[in-house]
Nanobody
Framework: QVQLVESGGGLVQPGGSLSLSCVAS????????MAWYRQAPGKEREWVAR????????NYKDSVKGRFTISRDNPKNTVYLQMNSLKTEDTAVYSC?????????WGQGTLVTVSS
C-alpha cells in the first residue's frame, strides 16, 4: 500500500521549534521530489517547501524562508521539516506530498499549533 505518514506535530509556544517527519511506505522516495504543504483553519492548502531527489535543490514559501528547513534521508525513506522561530500564523495541519507513477500521494497530516 502506497502511503505517507507524518508525525511530530504538537503544541508549541511562539518562538519555539518542532521537527516533522514523513515516512513513505509501499514505494521508494529515491527518485522523487518531495514536498510539504499546510492548511490553516478556514484557509486553503498552501505549499511550504520542496526538495529534489538528491537534496541538491530546495525552495521555500517566502514566509518560512530562514526559519524552516526541509531535508531527506533516502535510505530511511523519510522526509523532514525542521521548523524554528515558529509564529502563530504557522498554525496548520502539515502534510507531506509526492507524485509517483503519475499519481499524487498525500499523507494524513499532522497538526501544528503555535500558541502561548
Amino acid at each position: 500500500q502506497v502511503q505517507l505518514v507524518e508525525s511530530g506535530g504538537g503544541l508549541v509556544q511562539p518562538g519555539g521549534s518542532l521537527s516533522l517527519s514523513c515516512v513513505a511506505s509501499g514505494f521508494s522516495i529515491d527518485t522523487l521530489v518531495m514536498a510539504w504543504y499546510r492548511q490553516a483553519p478556514g484557509k486553503e492548502r498552501e505549499w511550504v517547501a520542496r526538495i529534489t531527489l538528491d537534496s541538491g535543490y530546495t525552495n521555500y514559501k517566502d514566509s518560512v524562508k530562514g526559519r524552516f528547513t526541509i531535508s531527506r534521508d533516502n535510505p530511511k525513506n523519510t522526509v523532514y521539516l525542521q521548523m524554528n522561530s515558529l509564529k502563530t500564523e504557522d498554525t496548520a495541519v502539515y502534510s507531506c506530498y509526492t507524485s509517483t507513477g503519475g499519481e499524487p500521494v498525500w499523507g494524513q497530516g499532522t497538526l501544528v499549533t503555535v500558541s502561548s
